[in-house]
């Protein structure tokens, strides 16, 4: 039985609780933890007895990661099933079978519509904190889970200082349990934890997916992800401009900066205080050439159809105008140069943010993290910030340059 060698965070919280929150660092057993805690569920004593639930809800983010992690992953409910008990996976309703009748469903959180028509008595949500569609999902989810008599749901999630997460712990009726990936370190590839550790030990990235905390925002941050969930969107409108941003590295091969290749989109229409930016894409490329981010870039500027490509100047001077040309020879383009540090060059963007003027259409995990290690006493995680870089000369490009051309003739000259 599983519960004999369990590890203290994958047992299942005694009381009376609606929503047990299981959070842990990569690798710390959570998709274990939900796999079996299914099982316990609908299993009875022997293979063809009913257990105390039967309509089970198992949601990933899409169908594809849903299927692949929580099915059919190493530690999913076939693997962790026994012969006798395993259930049948029927591929075109998307369902499991137990032999004893009890049924689950695979669904995704991106599709949150089809949870208007079932009901269930229990869910497992698997890495909710990165679903981009989380609050539609969970709102959805409440009005099925309307069988039995203790409708439950398990959360196995990576930390993330999502809004919704934060909500859900704060709730009364939640219990939650955490675990650091060293946990079940001696279930995990030797090097696996070592390696990582060592790469990302001690920094804001490590606390988190490593450490298995849910990090508060930081109070001199520049954005937090609350403020930029609360504006994002799934498509765009209809956009007067669109630019693809390029900040390059000073150097390349293995130990070279990434380069940041960011694409946005304005609506500058009626009124300054009126217009509006749009993330569209963070196409950053890392270990790469000049010519393979310069491709990436023009292949950017053709898939949008942007009107131009901007990019700083500072470390490759007309060389990256070079490079970019060879790719297409009559590309518009723009040089624009960082003379100011980058707290100052970012700080109108984010106050763009305060004011409710920009969208991300979409999620782009690794570029938010970034953004909210940016601090007023500067870049507070590893490396360089070079999506942040490529977003706030994007935006500048799009909106806060633009602006001042309307108020300032001499800038007006320039732009």
Not at 324 to 351: D, E, F, M, N
Not at 366 to 390: H, I, N
Request: glycine residues 8%.
């Amino acid at each position: 039985m599983f519960e004999f060698w369990a590890l203290p965070h994958q047992v299942e919280p005694q009381g009376d609780w609606y929503t047990w929150v299981m959070i842990g660092g990569r690798g710390a057993g959570k998709t274990r933890t939900g796999a079996e805690w299914i099982r316990a569920l609908v299993e009875g004593k022997t293979p063809t007895e009913a257990g105390q639930y039967r309509h089970v809800a198992l949601i990933g983010e899409t169908i594809d990661q849903a299927r692949e992690v929580m099915v059919f992953g190493e530690s999913g409910i076939l693997a962790c099933s026994p012969p006798d008990r395993r259930p049948e996976w029927n591929g075109s309703r998307k369902t499991l079978t137990w032999p004893n009748g009890a049924m689950a469903w695979v669904m995704s959180a991106t599709n949150s519509e089809a949870l208007r028509g079932p009901q269930f008595d229990a869910a497992w949500l698997d890495e909710l904190a990165k679903w981009k569609n989380a609050r539609e999902a969970w709102d959805m989810l409440q009005f099925t889970l309307r069988l039995g008599e203790d409708p439950r749901i398990l959360v196995t999630t990576s930390p993330r200082n999502q809004s919704l997460l934060r909500e859900i712990l704060e709730d009364d009726r939640t219990i939650a349990s955490h675990a650091p990936t060293s946990a079940n370190q001696v279930n995990l590839a030797p090097r696996f934890y070592e390696q990582l550790n060592a790469q990302y030990g001690g920094t804001r990235l490590g606390r988190q997916e490593l450490d298995g905390e849910l990090l508060a925002a930081n109070a001199d941050a520049l954005w937090n992800l609350r403020q930029i969930d609360s504006m994002r969107l799934e498509h765009a409108p209809d956009l007067d401009r669109v630019v693809v941003a390029v900040d390059p590295p000073a150097s390349s091969g293995e130990n070279a900066d990434a380069c940041g290749i960011v694409v946005a989109g304005a609506c500058t229409k009626g009124p300054v205080q009126d217009w509006r930016g749009y993330i569209l894409a963070d196409l950053t490329i890392e270990n790469a050439t000049p010519n393979q981010w310069a491709e990436v870039a023009v292949a950017a500027y053709e898939e949008y159809r942007a009107d131009r490509i901007v990019a700083e100047v500072n470390q490759g001077g007309e060389m990256v105008e070079s490079v970019l040309r060879q790719q297409s020879a009559l590309i518009p383009y723009r040089a624009v140069h960082a003379t100011r540090g980058k707290t100052q060059r970012a700080a109108p963007i984010s106050a763009l943010y305060e004011q409710g003027r920009i969208h991300h259409v979409g999620a782009f995990r690794t570029l938010e993290d970034q953004m909210v290690e940016m601090t007023f006493g500067g870049f507070t995680g590893k490396g360089s910030p070079d999506r942040v870089d490529a977003l706030v000369w994007a935006l500048t490009d799009l909106l806060v340059t633009p602006a001042s051309a309307q108020r300032n003739p001499r800038v007006r000259k320039l732009y």
